[in-house]
């Protein structure tokens, strides 16, 4: 899980603001491609840094993909930027043998970023 910020240059698409920040997941590691919401990603004009370990900034390339609906899109990092820094994927999600699908009222853990970094 990574910082990304972005910052438009003026307001556009009915957007209020012009500087948003959120998180990521990165998916895939040799190509840099990033997974983030819409919310944090608002468009495709920008400027994108995306924050590793809360050390490492670096820019991304450019929005590969912003779904008209489903809020979320892929960003793009040139992984070069890294300077030879080891980054890892997230592995897909399987559920456990033992494990039951989630029911109203099941007790859920929240991981994520807050305000402060």
């Known amino acids: 899980m990574l ?10 698409d009915g957007v209020g603001e012009t500087r948003f920040v959120g998180c990521g997941i990165i998916l895939d590691a040799e190509l840099g491609l990033v ?3 819409r ?4 468009s495709c004009l920008g400027d994108i840094r995306i924050v590793f370990g ?5 820019d991304a ?12 899109g892929l960003v793009q990092f040139d992984v070069n ?5 080891k980054i890892k994927a997230i592995e897909p999600f399987a ?3 033992n494990e039951t699908d989630l029911k109203p009222g099941d007790t859920l ?9």
């Open 54 to 58: 809360g050390v490492v900034e670096v």
């Open 35 to 37: 997974w983030c919401d």
């Open 109 to 117: 853990t929240y991981i994520g970023l807050t305000r402060q970094r």
């Open 95 to 97: 559920p456990a043998e």
């Open 3 to 12: 910082k990304v910020t972005f910052d438009c240059p003026f307001r556009i």
């Open 81 to 85: 930027a890294l300077q030879g820094r």
């Open 39 to 42: 919310r944090t990603v608002v």
């Open 61 to 72: 390339c450019k929005v590969v993909f912003l779904h008209p609906t489903q809020n979320f």
